[in-house]
């Protein structure tokens, strides 16, 4: 009998994961579909000032705008390949992880939702849609989208479990 309780734990603590990895894809996409639907690109929208500006902004690099301004054809392929091996990684440490703690599992679902959704465009449209312009004077934060937003908080939650853990 508690064999069978803890199998069913395990596949809701899975479903609940999955469900947070869901929510960033499903809302990283629809963000960047209105973004683009509303915001013409290199527009520039006042949210805060001095500080928030919501923009269009096509990013064919990394995280950040990283590597966006090389022109080379392998830069797609190596980040497309990057990013399926590190979800795989994160699949396969969710997948065989018997006791997930909180931290782990809700940090890993928002890096594997915020990467699916950044691969996905890559593999479609070769680059993605990045719109949150912050900023403190004339200093620009490389302009991000909700999907790197995840992968920070997620990487955030692990770090919080490694320095927190027993």
């Not at 990013?59 to 054809?73: E, R």
């Not at 931290?103 to 691969?119: M, R, T």
Request: aromatic share 10%; charged share 15%.
């Amino acid at each position: 009998m508690p064999e069978t309780i803890a199998v069913r734990v395990k596949v809701l603590s899975r479903a609940v994961y999955a469900s947070i990895a869901l929510v960033v894809f499903v809302g990283d996409q629809g963000t960047k579909a209105m973004v683009e639907r509303s915001i013409s690109e290199h527009s520039v929208i006042p949210i805060l000032p001095h500080c928030l500006n919501l923009t269009h902004a096509k990013n064919a690099g990394a995280a950040f705008g990283l590597f966006s301004d090389s022109p080379a054809l392998w830069k797609t392929v190596l980040l497309v390949v990057v990013s399926a091996a590190l979800l795989a990684t994160v699949v396969g440490i969710v997948w065989r992880t018997h006791h997930l703690r909180w931290e782990s599992g809700v940090g890993l679902s928002l890096i594997l939702g915020g990467a699916l959704s950044n691969l996905v465009d890559r593999i479609r449209v070769g680059r993605v849609v990045d719109f949150v312009d912050v900023y403190f004077r004339d200093y620009h934060w490389p302009a991000f989208n909700l999907a790197d937003s995840a992968i920070v908080v997620g990487a955030g939650f692990l770090i919080l479990h490694y320095l927190f853990s027993e």
